[in-house]
C-alpha cells in the first residue's frame, strides 16, 4: 500500500504496465532488476515515476499530433485550412500557457511530497562520497558520542522514511538509488539532504550519477531494506566491535594485517586499526560485494584485490600489496571474511 495516498499496488501496477508497454516499449526491457527507476520500491520513486511517465506519454502525444498537423499543412490546399489565427493563438499561445502551467503545479506537489515524511521521524543516514567508495555513518547510533560508521552498503528500514544527509571528500559525487528516490549531488564542504522510502524488503543497487573520475563505473553501493526488526537486529550487530580470530588461521590473518599498515587506512573496531581514509572493515564480511560493487565478497576475490587493488581499479586510493605472500594473503582475507 502507498503511505500516502492508499491506492492499491495493483491498480498502479496496471496502468504503469499499459503505459510502459505502449509508449516504452524498448524500456520496458530494463524495467525489472534492483536498479531501476521503471520498477519503484517505495512512494518517492514511484511519484517520480508517475512525473516521467506523464512527461513522456503527454510529450508524445503533442509530438504525434503536431507532426500530423504539419504534414496536413503540406499537402491540404490553403482554402481547406482555414483560420490560421485561430491556430496561432490557441495553439501557439493558450495551449502552452495551459498544458505547462499545470505541469508546473504538478511538478511542485511532487516535489514537495519527495520531501514530506508524512510526519514521521526519518530515520538519519550521513553518507559521504570519496574517490570511489561510500562512508557511511549512523549519527546517534554508538555507544555514547560514538557513531557507527560503515561502508558501500546501507540498511534501512521498511516503511520509514530515510533522511539521507550527503556531502563528499574530494570532488563532486551524485547519490543515487533509482528503486528508492530521487538523486542527490554530493558537494565537498555542503551538505544536501533526500528522503528514501523503501516499502517493499530487498537489496537494491545504487550508483554514482555524477563522473568523478576513472573509476567513477565503479563505485555502486547496495541499499538493503528490512522489515522493522531485523533492521534493529542488524544495528545491534553492527555496533559491536569485530569477531575475536576463530583459530589460528584467523588470528595468523589479523596479525598480519596490522604488520602491513593495513590499519592506516582502515579501521577494525576491537583492535588497533582505525585508519578512516578507506572504508571502515569491522564487518566487512557481511557486505554483498567488495570495492563499492566491485568484486564479489568471496576470499579468493578479496585476497586477489590485496594484492592486486591497482590492477583492479586503476587510480583507486589502495596501494596494491605484491609483497605479501601468498599465506598473508589467504589468512588476511579469511580473517576478513569471518568479520561478518
Ligand atoms: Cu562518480
Not at 503505459?19 to 518517492?44: F, I, K, R, T, Y
Not at 579468493?300 to 596494491?320: C, D, F, T
Amino acid at each position: 500500500m502507498d503511505r500516502r495516498s492508499g491506492r492499491s499496488e495493483g491498480c498502479r501496477r496496471n496502468w504503469r504496465g499499459a503505459a510502459l508497454a505502449g509508449g516504452m516499449g524498448l524500456l520496458a526491457a530494463c524495467e525489472q532488476g534492483p536498479q531501476s527507476a521503471l520498477h519503484p520500491a517505495g512512494s518517492n520513486a514511484e511519484a517520480i515515476l508517475d512525473l516521467t511517465l506523464l512527461l513522456v506519454a503527454g510529450g508524445g502525444v503533442i509530438f504525434l499530433f503536431v507532426m500530423a498537423l504539419a504534414g496536413y499543412a503540406v499537402i491540404a490546399r490553403p482554402e481547406r485550412f482555414p483560420g490560421s489565427r485561430a491556430w496561432i493563438i490557441g495553439g501557439g499561445i493558450v495551449f502552452p500557457i495551459v498544458t505547462l502551467t499545470a505541469l508546473q503545479v504538478y511538478e511542485f506537489a511532487v516535489a514537495r511530497q519527495l520531501s514530506d515524511t508524512g510526519g514521521v521521524e526519518p530515520l538519519r543516514i550521513e553518507v559521504t562520497g570519496h574517490m570511489w567508495w561510500w562512508e557511511v555513518r549512523y549519527p546517534g547510533v554508538g555507544e555514547g558520542d560514538e557513531v557507527l560508521r560503515t561502508a558501500n552498503r546501507l540498511v534501512i528500514p521498511a516503511g520509514r522514511p530515510v533522511e539521507v544527509v550527503v556531502t563528499a571528500a574530494d570532488v563532486i559525487h551524485s547519490f543515487w538509488v533509482p528503486s528508492l528516490g530521487g538523486k542527490m549531488d554530493m558537494i565537498p564542504g555542503h551538505e544536501n539532504r533526500l528522503i528514501l522510502v523503501g516499502e517493499r524488503p530487498g537489496t537494491y543497487r545504487g550508483q554514482c550519477a555524477e563522473y568523478c573520475g576513472a573509476q567513477h563505473a565503479l563505485m555502486a553501493f547496495d541499499v538493503v531494506v528490512e522489515p522493522p526488526e531485523r533492521f534493529e537486529d542488524w544495528l545491534a550487530a553492527e555496533r559491536r566491535p569485530a569477531a575475536e580470530p576463530d583459530g589460528p588461521q584467523q588470528a595468523a590473518g589479523r596479525d598480519a594485517f596490522l604488520r602491513a599498515g593495513c590499519g592506516a587506512c582502515h579501521t577494525v573496531r576491537g583492535t588497533p586499526a582505525n585508519g578512516a581514509a578507506g572504508p571502515d572493515l569491522t564487518h566487512v564480511g557481511g557486505r554483498g560485494a567488495l570495492a563499492a560493487g566491485t568484486l564479489p565478497n568471496t576470499p579468493e576475490a578479496l585476497a586477489g584485490w590485496i594484492a592486486g587493488a591497482q590492477h583492479i581499479k586503476p587510480e583507486n586510493r589502495m596501494p596494491s600489496f605484491p609483497i605479501l605472500g601468498g599465506d598473508d594473503l589467504h589468512a588476511i582475507a579469511v580473517w576478513l571474511e569471518s568479520l561478518k
